[in-house]
Every structure is written in structure tokens, then in C-alpha cells.
């Protein structure tokens, strides 16, 4: 069991009275603290308890130091990891022990016609594409299913009703373009997309590969002179976006499907190297250091918050909704038992409404899509752009993992469609 968020570059202190934990907040510790060391107090003075409170006089006490000694504790840094650490001891519960996994294709295709893309719903024209062929080989009763559980191509189309909470096992990563392009790939150009699958929903893989081909054939996007534009799958591999990690799953010319194993968890997400560029006060002295970072969203964010759409991206509204997405995930494609603990939670929560906006450059488009299993036209609209942020250093240290979750899972509505697509940036 390790602490990563409870350690950061300067003094920090933290008490548990449980001696395995304590033994490996001290390995990890040593290995971590950067040019620094780390010791054990078996007893605390009375000022350390007038300092940080209610804590008995039987706890250890941990410092964290630097080569330059003792530095001024941010009281808000130290807050944040006591709080971070005597929830997680009452739950017997880390953030290190997320049991969500992902799976990331990526899908490489050759354009047969000129293809004609609507540059904010090419997630869902694809998807549509690959619907019709998907219902019409998998599904005997072309998508009205009585029991959608016992369908795969069912389980796989149907919408997220009730709020969100039945998620879909995977979400589209749409092609994105330049603004000159408008969408347009031209006859013989290479174009991308993405597809996450999450937890056991890899076992519909089969399903989210061979449709595809005839989805080549059928065309895409706006019909043009020759009707919608076809396309050719040429190969798909499985890529760890953080790592870099390849594998490959389906090659060009072959029917052979590969089982892809690099699988992404959330031991990886806690090493990630944080963002190059990532502004950061790093004054020793600064009681609050502060860390500045961009979100980049990139396709329509579509978030409903207490019954309405949120319009601006206020980071605490989106990060509360991206944690409630991923809990659905774990809950219902790889531990059916997990709940998150209120006391995480409220820490989590607590410390995305202290980011605070600093500027934003997004704009709300307004969209619709049509479902021809349904019958129906739902609004599909969100806001687009860029928005920059500061966060306490703590603060971040704690969310940058559940971000970088984000980028895999996006977030909001529609993402089987494309959407709540979003980066983090310098």
C-alpha cells in the first residue's frame, strides 16, 4: 500500500498508528522524496498537537525534509494529506487500488471516396455507420431486443438512460481536424479514430471489429455526388497513450484478431510524469504553491449538473461528473462491489472547486442527432474550446491522475458518439 499523494517535494507530515502502513509510507518515502529524508518522531511534542490538532500523543509522527532542513508546512497541502490519509485507513480503501482498466484502439482507415465529415459530430456519423452493419449481422430483431442484456449489439447501441448511470462499456475517439480541413479527407488520405473499452467489456471486441468493414462499404458522412464516401479498414492496434506501448491487434490484409494485453490501469495514471510545460511556483517559501495547466476540450462537452446544462467549463462541476462517470465504469465492467468512499469523495471534490478558472476561450455549439433504431432527435450540443486553471500543488497532485482517466474515458453525454473528448495542456 503506498501513499503517492500524500508526498510531495517539501516538509510534509502525516500520522497512522498502523505499523505496515507506516513501514511502507517510509519505503516509499525514501525512494521518492527527491534529494531529501525521511524520519520517524515515535511520540508528538505538545507543539506539534497545539499545531495540527486532535492527534494522540500514541501516533507516529513522519517528516519529510529537504537536504536545506525544515521548511514552512502549507497548511493546506498538510490538510489535505492527514484528511487524504485517515479516510483511506478507515476505509481500507487507497486511490492506488482503482480496479477500473482500459483497453485503447486505434483504428486506421483509407478513405476509397472523398469522405465528408460534420467537424463536431464525426463521432457520431461514424458510429451510425457502424450501428446499421452491426444491427443488421449481430441483432435478430434489428435493435428491439426485449432483454438488451442478452443482445450484444443491443448492449452496445442502446442509449445511456436514467441520468447516465448505465454506462456503455467503451467510448469513440473521433478523427479531429484542422479548422481549414471542414471535415473533408480526400480519396486515398489516411484517417484515425479511437475506441476505449473498459474493464470486461473487452469481450466485445469481436463486435466493435468486424462490423466495421461493412461500415466501409456502406459510406460515411454527407452523401455526395457517389452517395456517402466509403472507406477501407486497414489495421488496428492497441495503443497506451501515456506509455506509448503498441500492440498490434488486427493487421493489414489479415482476418487474424489479436487479443491485445497492454491493458491501462491505475498504477500507471499514479506515474505518469506530470504535463511539460505545467507552470509551477516553487518557491520554497510559498505557503501555497500554485500549479497553472490548461484543459483543451476538443469535442462537444455536453454536462447536465443539478438539472442543467452546464454551459461554462467550471472545473469543479466537470471533475465531479467525470468521477461520477468512472465509479459507473468500475462498478459495472470490473468490480460490481466497488463504491467509493463519501470521505474520498468530499476530499476529491473539496479540492477540484478549489481550482479555480483563470481564463477561458470556449464557445457552445448547438447540435442534433438522429437515431434511426429510435426514431428520435436529441440535442447532442456542448461547448468546445480551451480554458485555463490554477490549483494548489497538493490539490493537483491529488486530481491529475482522475484527469488523465478523463482523456481516456471522456466525460459528459454522448461520448459513445465522439463527445467529451478533452486534453490537459500547459
Known amino acids: 500500500m503506498k501513499f503517492n499523494y500524500c508526498l510531495y517535494d517539501d516538509i510534509r507530515c502525516f ?14 518515502g525514501a525512494s521518492h522524496c527527491r534529494d531529501g529524508s525521511v524520519t520517524r518522531l515515535p511520540r508528538l511534542s ?28 502549507s497548511t493546506t497541502a498538510f490538510d489535505v494529506s ?24 486505434v483504428y486506421t482507415c483509407k478513405a476509397i471516396d472523398p469522405i465528408r465529415l460534420h467537424p463536431h459530430k464525426a463521432g457520431g456519423q461514424l458510429r451510425g455507420a457502424f450501428a446499421r452493419v452491426l444491427l443488421r449481422v449481430a441483432c435478430p430483431h434489428n435493435g428491439q431486443c426485449p432483454n438488451d442484456a442478452q443482445c450484444p449489439a443491443c448492449t452496445l447501441l442502446r442509449e445511456e438512460a436514467h441520468g447516465g448511470d448505465q454506462r456503455r462499456p467503451y467510448a469513440l475517439n473521433p478523427p479531429t481536424f484542422a479548422p481549414d480541413e471542414n471535415g473533408q479527407i480526400a480519396a486515398g488520405q489516411l484517417f484515425r479514430f479511437g475506441i476505449t473499452l473498459f474493464g470486461d467489456g473487452l469481450r466485445y471486441l469481436p463486435y466493435l471489429i468486424v462490423p466495421w468493414h461493412g461500415a466501409g462499404e456502406l459510406g460515411v458522412g ?32 489479415e482476418q487474424v484478431v489479436r487479443l491485445p494485453e497492454n491493458e491501462i490501469n491505475h498504477a500507471q495514471m499514479l506515474t505518469i510524469q506530470p504535463i511539460e510545460g505545467v507552470n509551477r511556483d516553487q518557491s520554497p517559501h510559498h505557503r501555497s504553491s500554485q500549479v497553472a495547466f490548461g484543459l483543451h476540450f476538443i469535442t462537444p462537452m455536453r454536462i447536465i449538473s443539478n438539472q442543467e446544462i452546464l454551459r461554462v467549463p467550471h472545473f469543479g462541476l466537470l471533475f465531479k461528473a467525470l468521477l461520477k462517470r468512472l465509479d459507473d465504469l468500475t462498478k459495472q465492467y470490473a468490480d460490481p462491489h466497488f463504491r467509493r468512499p463519501r470521505e474520498q469523495i468530499d476530499l476529491l471534490e473539496a479540492a477540484a472547486n478549489r481550482v479555480m478558472m483563470q481564463a477561458t476561450h470556449t464557445e457552445w455549439i448547438d447540435l442534433f442527432s438522429g437515431s434511426s433504431r429510435t426514431y428520435s432527435r436529441t440535442p447532442t450540443g456542448g461547448f468546445v474550446g480551451y480554458a485555463q486553471y490554477s490549483a494548489l500543488l497538493a490539490d493537483w497532485q491529488l486530481l491529475r491522475p482522475w484527469l488523465h482517466w478523463g482523456e481516456l474515458a471522456q466525460v459528459g453525454k454522448n461520448t459513445v458518439k465522439g463527445d467529451g473528448v478533452f486534453r490537459i495542456e500547459n
Open 82 to 105: 492527514l484528511t487524504c490519509l485517515r479516510s483511506t485507513i478507515k476505509n481500507n480503501m487507497t486511490t492506488d487500488n482503482f480496479p477500473l482498466t482500459a483497453i485503447h484502439l
Open 15 to 28: 500520522t497512522t498508528k498502523n505499523e505496515k502502513i507506516n513501514d511502507d509510507i517510509y519505503r516509499y
Open 46 to 73: 505538545t507543539f506539534h498537537a497545539k499545531q495540527w490538532g486532535n492527534i494522540h500523543d500514541d501516533d507516529f509522527i513522519w517528516h519529510i525534509t529537504t537536504k536545506t532542513g525544515h521548511r514552512p508546512v
Open 222 to 253: 454527407l452523401p455526395g455526388n457517389t452517395g456517402r464516401g466509403r472507406f477501407a479498414l486497414c489495421e488496428i492496434v492497441s495503443l497506451n497513450p501515456f506509455s506509448g506501448d503498441v500492440e498490434g491487434v488486427l493487421a493489414e490484409g
